[in-house]
């Protein structure tokens, strides 16, 4: 005899994650409201403030789901990826995915930077976009320093370059609402790392 499984239901904390997200990305940090939010999610006023301290903490934890959200798309294209050329073009890809994720209005950009233009300076938010935005030049600098045979100076330097190239890209592709700067972006490394 089978049974069917059946999948818990989110708690509040995750349905109001989850509805914030939506909502920051669709409208901006300053454009949601907290009544917004709960509606969206479903769930009582009461159960914000039991799982988040302030409209801060929950900007800030909805960072930290980006951010988890950006390296399980780069998991998935790592596991594939078998030069360190691949893994390299792995951390695009990532981004193109992210790009084409399915968004409820189109893709508007990155969903890190965009939050980090609404935040003042010095604001834990904006840190934790720095630290992301570091995290993925240090994947390119790992993966390059494979490739450039350990020199880290050079794949350092060369992943600052290719970290703002795909910024660039990412912003960009924002503007357009697809991913095909990024794929550009993508194509121009690709030829670049044949070079080297």
Do not use: W
Request: glycine share 8%; proline share 1%; with cysteine.
């Amino acid at each position: 005899m089978n049974q069917i499984e059946q999948q818990a239901p989110d708690s509040a904390r995750e349905k109001l994650l989850k509805a914030a997200a939506v909502l920051f990305y669709e409208n901006g940090i300053a454009g949601t409201g907290i009544d917004a939010i709960i509606a969206r999610a479903g769930v009582a006023k009461k159960s914000l403030y039991n799982n988040f301290a302030s409209k801060a903490d929950l900007v800030h934890q909805y960072l930290t789901v980006r951010h988890a959200e950006l390296l399980a798309f780069y998991d998935r294209r790592l596991a594939t990826a078998v030069t360190p050329k691949d893994r390299v073009l792995a951390v695009f890809d990532a981004y193109q995915d992210h790009a084409e994720f399915a968004y409820e209005r189109g893709f508007r950009g990155c969903g890190l930077l965009n939050a980090a233009a609404e935040l003042t300076v010095g604001d834990i938010g904006r840190d934790a976009v720095r630290r992301h935005k570091e995290e993925v030049e240090g994947l390119l600098a790992t993966h390059l320093s494979e490739l450039l045979n350990g020199d880290t100076a050079r794949a350092k330097a060369l992943a600052r370059q290719l970290a703002f190239l795909l910024e660039g890209a990412i912003s960009r592709a924002g503007l357009e609402g697809n991913s095909t700067l990024v794929l550009e972006a993508r194509s121009m490394t690709s030829n670049l790392l044949d070079t080297l």
